[in-house]
T-cell receptor
Framework: AAGVIQSPRHLIKEKRETATLKCYPI?????VYWYQQGPGQDPQFLIS???????DKGSIPDRFSAQQFSDYHSELNMSSLELGDSALYFC??????????????FGQGTRLTVV | EDQVTQSPEALRLQEGESSSLNCSYT??????LFWYRQDPGKGPEFLFT???AGEEKEKERLKATLTKKESFLHITAPKPEDSATYLC????FGQGNLIFGKGTKLSVKP
């Protein structure tokens, strides 16, 4: 069965650079979530989209932005990168939004290292 | 504030030694409680969703139960391949995102 696809799997950037992470949800899923997981930490919710509109916002820094496109894939744009942004970034997808949805399935993540 | 607390932080078992992981939660209105398994460097793998107190779900050696304040993940006769971090998460009514606990790192020795 098709799963959530994230790219790239690994990314190394220097401080103050920008990065773009991509997420391709499970086919027919219309909701995408982005999470950040620091070393030894639990996943922290950043932002979500339903039907190409932002639906919820968590602890996403102002330096980050995201959007969901017409084909339902999503991109997380990160600017002015800081060392503390080094983490695993997960995308999850589900069908439906705000409690009407099915379970969220996660991608394998993008490991971002800022040096 | 919605919150999830998992215990213990780490659990070491011998192969075949059954045990339980705990997930305590406070949430304004529980839409669902989720259990995920996460291997190092990998994305969380969905295990179970529980929606109401008294509900139970099983999958192979795992059984999840739910009360009004907590959930248990029972592991019966674990094997080394069950070693992973088990994450509990809650979803509140009106919100789509999950609030995770810090997980229980399970190690099963042969």
């Amino acid at each position: 069965a098709a799963g959530v696809i994230q790219s790239p799997r690994h990314l190394i950037k220097e401080k103050r650079e920008t990065a773009t992470l991509k997420c391709y949800p499970i086919p027919r899923h219309d909701t995408v979530y982005w999470y950040q997981q620091g070393p030894g930490q639990d996943p922290q919710f950043l932002i979500s989209f339903y039907e190409k509109m932002q639906s919820d916002k968590g602890s996403i820094p102002d330096r980050f932005s995201a959007q969901q496109f017409s084909d339902y894939h999503s991109e997380l744009n990160m600017s002015s990168l800081e060392l503390g942004d080094s983490a695993l970034y997960f995308c999850a997808s589900s069908l439906g939004d705000r409690g009407m949805n099915t379970e969220a399935f996660f991608g394998q993540g993008t490991r971002l290292t800022v040096v | 504030e919605d919150q999830v607390t998992q215990s213990p932080e780490a659990l070491r078992l011998q192969e075949g030694e059954s045990s339980s992981l705990n997930c305590s939660y406070t949430v304004s209105g529980l839409r669902g409680l989720f259990w995920y398994r996460q291997d190092p460097g990998k994305g969380p793998e969905f295990l179970f969703t529980l929606y109401s107190a008294g509900e139970e779900k099983e999958k192979e050696r795992l059984k999840a139960t739910l009360t009004k304040k907590e959930s248990f993940l029972h592991i019966t006769a674990p094997k080394p391949e069950d070693s992973a971090t088990y994450l509990c998460a809650v979803q509140a009514f009106g919100q789509g995102n999950l609030i995770f606990g810090k997980g229980t790192k399970l190690s099963v020795k042969p």
